[in-house]
């Protein structure tokens, strides 16, 4: 270990927080696919973040965008106009393809506090006081602040943090009839992310989506998607609910949005919207004018290089590539996604070792749990990359 990488442990262990376990590396450059350490070591970057630089690490665009603003304009505040917000929230309406309108904000939780307080102002103007509950999914995860905590269907995560806030009802993924039995007067909105990616990669089936729409249309309740995980083309379309041919009232997105700076969005149908008036709902950093050009960067790259178009491609390519191992050598019980977010089953509860050991080999992947291995590379991924990452993880599961 260098002495660099030694110095910054012992500094984090005496004054951070102890929020995260993290493994002994320290990246100091970026390129593409590739991170490298301060050793000057390479790696293949399986994780983009937890799927945030889509673009792959220090693309070009993004960085002269970012400095060209810096440079002239940081900050305002949210009472005047800035370059390039407005730009932006065209861009995100004309991707969506329906008549809607944005918030900005900095995080995924953010977004989803904001699709909360905003399903809440809707039910209680449409339907009266009493429509506030929302419904979400067993194994959901919609963030760390605390609504969207209690938004999240994790009982282990929010266990320490009770009282939660109230209002919240989790219903088990793809059991079409435990969703309409849920579906009570008092709902405002049904959340779901088409892809449950915190919870170990477990889309959402079509038949589900498509009775979720049904549902709330039938009682005029709100379909939010939470799309921070699945935006940006990582499932080969713009967003994954357009892969499964609805369209939600209300779309929450993050983490890919200017491929690595901190930035959340939430969109919603024009009617939905309108329930937002001045004074409502606010954000001190959301939407200034740097980050809101990295994020149009961030888009013309992904649709300039086609990376929606690479994720199908190279996705299927990796899913096929982790089927042969599975049945091979029985390593994975099962492979599943789409696009490049994929996710497996391990045969054996051992995550943590073959994250380990494919890190010590270069290649960065995530554990979720004891037996959920997550493959979320930049969408620049190639073919022959997907064989390195496929020869290491038959060399480290193999016995
Ligand atoms: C689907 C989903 N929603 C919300 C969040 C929270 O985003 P953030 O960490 O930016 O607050 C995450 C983060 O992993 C996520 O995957």
Partial sequence: ??????????????????????????????????????????????????????????????????????????????????????????????????????????????????????????????????????????????????????????PSKQEAFRPLVPGFTHVPLNDIEALERAMTDDVCAVLLEPIQGEGGVYPCTDAYLEAARRLCDERGALLMLDEVQTGFWRTGQAFAHQGYGIVPDVMMLAKAIANGLPMGALLAKEEVAAVFTPGDHGSTFGGGPAICAAAVATIDALEAEHLGENAENVGAYLRSGLHTIAEETGAFTDVRGCGLMVGVTLAKPEARRVTDESLARGVVINAIGDSTLRFLPPLVCTASEVDTLLTVLREVTGE
């Fill in 1 to 154: 270990m260098s002495d660099v990488l030694e110095e910054a442990i012992a500094r984090d262990e005496s004054y951070m927080m102890r929020t995260y376990a993290r493994n002994r590396v320290m990246f100091v450059r970026g390129q593409g696919m590739r991170l490298f350490d301060d050793d000057g070591r390479e790696y293949l970057d399986f994780v983009s973040g937890i799927g945030v630089v889509n673009l792959g690490h220090a693309h070009p665009s993004v960085a002269d965008a970012v400095c060209r603003q810096m440079s002239r304009l940081v900050h305002v505040s949210n009472l005047y106009y800035v370059e390039h917000r407005d730009e932006l929230a065209q861009r995100l309406v004309g991707l969506f393809g329906e008549s809607a309108r944005v918030f900005f904000c900095n995080s995924g939780a953010e977004a989803v506090e904001a699709a909360i307080k905003l399903a809440r102002r809707w039910g209680r103007t449409t339907r009266g006081e009493g429509c506030a509950t929302i419904v979400a999914a067993e194994g959901s995860f919609h963030g760390r602040t605390i609504a969207a905590l209690s938004a999240t269907g994790q």
